[in-house]
């Protein structure tokens, strides 16, 4: 990039953070340069065409780097390594890959994720030429690229109903990686040798059962494999539960860690949520489709800054002058690293913009002196972690 694209493109960051919105004529009415609405517009449409704006030229490499960085264990900080290690982005020492397809305003996007935490960082994504589920054919050149990102990684592959082919899974267990894929209950199974095919949905599971399948073949007439099948129905609390059981299509070992991974699947529908109605408005953008992928790539940006922003905040113990925190009963997060980053840099900009209020307030309540200072040194703290 030219200086002057690489300083649009930071404003234009910095502006998707602080204001939650990706609508083009929002991004231009809010755009910090002296000329006039329609110029700025223009000024940002002509940006969003240019060809640094692509995910491999742009995106890759900042990906490669984060994965080197933690798979080298270049920061030195000792807490802020027993802090990462925590993170679910490498659970049981995989590096969990979440698959899912999304509709944005009619664009049937395939998107390809690195679970974070309770969130998702986007690895690799493309718009469909169609609607509906994408083919086998397609599912395997878009992993093929992402997978290539995590080289000599210990890679489990995600994904729900959608990829629930065998062939994929013998497609996966060829190249190394291993999988979860959540299949429907009109699966053909062949427990042994000796035995008829069965089908997962005949086999009499209730509420509150699991079971643990090995080395089965599955697809009545391919007769593809050997795989493992975990099945588990989640007991009813209050005449409440799921209607059906998982049934998952794995070559983990056991059922407890094909349960434990695939439930980090959820990262993916989070973070789907953060860039729509729960973070960044995506729906709202009515631009065309370079320019909507370049938006895209924006927020992808974005809210992996944000992530890594809010994982700091935390590792420093200030999250709480930026959020809920979790409560000792509370089985998971009320606010995400995502969250607490956004929160922080509103907090930042509010006590900047009004700082002359805020000191005469302060100055007002002599008694809080302590706790203000307190206060002050955690807005130091965030603005380095941002």
Same mark, same amino acid.
């Given at each position: 990039?030219?200086?002057?694209?690489?300083?649009?493109?930071?404003?234009?960051?910095?502006?998707?953070?602080?204001? %939650?919105?990706?609508?083009?004529?929002?991004?231009?009415?809010?755009?910090?340069?002296?000329?006039?609405?329609?110029?700025?517009?223009?000024?940002?449409?002509?940006?969003?065409?240019?060809? *640094?704006?692509?995910?491999? +030229?742009?995106?890759?490499?900042?990906?490669?780097?984060?994965?080197?960085?933690?798979?080298?264990?270049?920061? %030195?900080?000792?807490?802020?390594?027993?802090?990462?290690?925590?993170? =679910?982005?490498?659970?049981?020492?995989?590096?969990?890959?979440?698959?899912?397809?999304?509709?944005?305003? !009619?664009?049937?996007?395939?998107?390809?994720?690195?679970?974070?935490?309770?969130?998702?960082?986007?690895?690799?994504?493309?718009? +469909?030429?169609?609607? @509906?589920?994408?083919?086998?054919?397609?599912? =395997?050149?878009?992993?093929?690229?992402?997978? *290539?990102?995590?080289?000599?990684?210990?890679?489990?592959?995600?994904?729900?109903?959608?990829?629930?082919?065998?062939?994929?899974?013998?497609?996966?267990?060829?190249?190394?990686?291993?999988?979860?894929?959540?299949?429907?209950?009109?699966?053909?199974?062949?427990?042994?040798?000796?035995?008829?095919?069965?089908? +997962?949905?005949?086999?009499?599971?209730?509420?509150?059962?699991?079971?643990?399948?090995?080395?089965?073949? &599955?697809?009545? @007439?391919?007769?593809?494999?050997?795989?493992?099948?975990?099945?588990?129905?989640?007991?009813?609390?209050?005449?409440? !539960?799921? =209607?059906?059981?998982?049934?998952?299509?794995?070559?983990?070992?056991?059922?407890?860690?094909?349960?434990?991974?695939?439930?980090?699947?959820? @990262?993916?529908?989070?973070?789907?949520?953060? &860039?729509?109605?729960?973070?960044?408005?995506?729906?709202?953008?009515?631009?065309?489709?370079?320019?909507?992928?370049?938006?895209?790539?924006?927020?992808?940006?974005?809210? *992996?800054?944000?992530?890594?922003? !809010?994982?700091?905040? =935390?590792?420093?113990?200030?999250?709480?002058?930026?959020?809920?925190?979790?409560?000792?009963?509370?089985?998971?997060?009320?606010?995400?690293?995502?969250?607490?980053?956004?929160?922080?840099?509103?907090?930042?900009?509010?006590?900047? +913009?009004?700082?002359?209020?805020?000191?005469?307030?302060?100055?007002?309540?002599?008694?809080?002196?302590?706790?203000?200072?307190? @206060?002050?040194?955690?807005?130091?703290?965030?603005?380095?972690?941002?």
């Amino acid at each position: 990039m030219t200086e002057q694209q690489y300083l649009t493109l930071e404003i234009l960051l910095l502006l998707i953070q602080a204001h %939650r919105q990706v609508k083009l004529s929002t991004l231009a009415s809010l755009f910090p340069q002296a000329i006039t609405y329609e110029s700025r517009k223009r000024n940002l449409q002509r940006f969003l065409v240019i060809g *640094s704006l692509c995910v491999k +030229l742009l995106w890759f490499p900042l990906v490669k780097y984060w994965i080197r960085q933690e798979r080298t264990g270049h920061r %030195r900080n000792r807490e802020l390594r027993r802090y990462l290690n925590q993170k =679910k982005h490498q659970k049981f020492g995989y590096w969990m890959i979440a698959i899912d397809r999304t509709q944005w305003k !009619g664009r049937n996007i395939f998107m390809i994720t690195l679970v974070w935490g309770t969130h998702a960082l986007p690895l690799y994504w493309e718009t +469909l030429n169609h609607v @509906g589920n994408s083919n086998l054919k397609t599912q =395997k050149r878009l992993l093929n690229t992402a997978l *290539s990102l995590l080289k000599n990684c210990r890679v489990v592959v995600l994904a729900d109903r959608e990829f629930h082919s065998p062939k994929l899974a013998q497609w996966l267990e060829s190249k190394g990686v291993y999988f979860a894929l959540r299949q429907k209950k009109d699966l053909y199974f062949q427990e042994n040798l000796t035995q008829e095919y069965q089908v +997962l949905k005949n086999q009499g599971f209730k509420p509150g059962m699991s079971k643990f399948y090995t080395q089965v073949k &599955c697809g009545k @007439g391919a007769e593809l494999g050997f795989f493992n099948i975990a099945v588990y129905w989640k007991r009813k609390y209050r005449r409440k !539960g799921p =209607k059906e059981p998982w049934y998952i299509l794995t070559n983990l070992p056991t059922l407890q860690k094909t349960l434990s991974l695939y439930r980090c699947r959820w @990262g993916i529908e989070q973070f789907f949520k953060d &860039c729509k109605t729960g973070g960044y408005n995506l729906e709202d953008s009515k631009a065309n489709e370079t320019r909507f992928l370049a938006l895209v790539l924006l927020i992808v940006i974005a809210y *992996s800054l944000a992530t890594f922003q !809010g994982q700091r905040m =935390k590792q420093l113990s200030i999250e709480i002058y930026a959020g809920r925190i979790q409560q000792h009963y509370d089985r998971t997060p009320r606010q995400s690293d995502f969250s607490f980053a956004l929160y922080g840099q509103l907090w930042i900009y509010a006590m900047e +913009l009004w700082s002359d209020l805020a000191l005469r307030l302060m100055a007002l309540k002599p008694h809080k002196r302590l706790y203000f200072q307190r @206060g002050l040194q955690a807005l130091s703290l965030i603005q380095q972690a941002v």
